[in-house]
């Protein structure tokens, strides 16, 4: 087709050229429809020109939205990391502080607030459901000796060692938590102080068995204790004070012992 195009082209310039061909009437309109054709294939070159450009112009505004899109699409991604971490950094700062707020540094037993917040709910549940429970409250024997003679480093020591075990052997109902300096306080739910003496029993001789290093030395740590169940009209604190009171009987008795409120009563 092109080449017939060409050749048609050829033989109308050469026709137009040829002043044999000046009479003939034919020659003028030719020349006009010629004339008309080559403006319009100009336009039609021009436009084909102009439309190739727009064409490349759209495809470059393409391209660079598609950039743009693509680079805030970075930004977001980027956005949302930082987001996501900083949401675990402020899950993991506050699991941290509540963490701090309801257990002990020392120990990781829980703390005093914590072992107050459970002893108001069983003491509630008492009164609703008369629901038993017993504490148990423990001494470690000579802990002051034992900071005086080989330092508060192992002191320390041992009370951590003495919150692993009471970890270990307590029940899974059970909540132990260190009330102060070396003394510990165990709840036990559901527990009268029959079944509550036959635990602490068993947490007192797993003590007594620890043998904590100090250089060449070997030092034994015994706990003394004191159960009380808690009795319809009492507050969770008079429930303390008799697991005290029997605390301190059993202190009394020559300590590495157990003494329940009941009988310390009568003592």
Not at 153 to 178: K, M, N
């Amino acid at each position: 087709m092109k080449q017939l195009n060409q050749s048609l082209e050829a033989r109308i310039t050469e026709l137009l050229d040829d002043p044999t061909q000046q009479d003939n009437p034919l020659r003028e309109p030719l020349g006009s429809l010629w004339a008309n054709h080559q403006d319009l294939a100009r336009r039609i070159d021009r436009i084909s020109h102009i439309s190739d450009a727009y064409q490349s112009m759209a495809k470059l505004q393409e391209q660079s939205l598609t950039e743009r899109l693509n680079k805030q699409l970075r930004q977001l991604e980027k956005v949302a990391r930082i987001s996501d971490r900083y949401q675990n950094m402020m899950r993991d700062l506050n699991e941290a502080l509540r963490e701090a707020s309801t257990h002990d540094s020392l120990t990781g037993l829980a703390n005093r607030r914590l072992l107050v917040e459970r002893l108001k709910k069983e003491t509630e549940r008492f009164i609703r459901y008369q629901r038993p429970f017993s504490i148990a409250m423990l001494d470690v024997d000579h802990f002051k000796s034992i900071n005086d003679q080989y330092g508060h480093e192992l002191g320390d020591s041992a009370l951590t060692e003495i919150a692993r075990v009471l970890d270990a052997e307590i029940r899974e109902q059970d909540l132990c938590g260190r009330w102060g300096g070396e003394e510990f306080l165990i709840l036990m739910p559901e527990t009268r102080a029959d079944a509550a003496a036959q635990v602490l029993e068993r947490v007192r001789g797993a003590i007594q068995r620890l043998a904590i290093r100090a250089q060449t030395d070997s030092v034994s740590i015994t706990i003394s204790a004191g159960i009380a169940e808690h009795q319809p009209g009492e507050s969770y604190s008079e429930t303390i004070n008799q697991a005290d009171h029997a605390l301190l009987v059993a202190k009394r008795g020559g300590r590495n012992q157990l003494s329940t409120a009941r009988t310390s009563l009568t003592d």
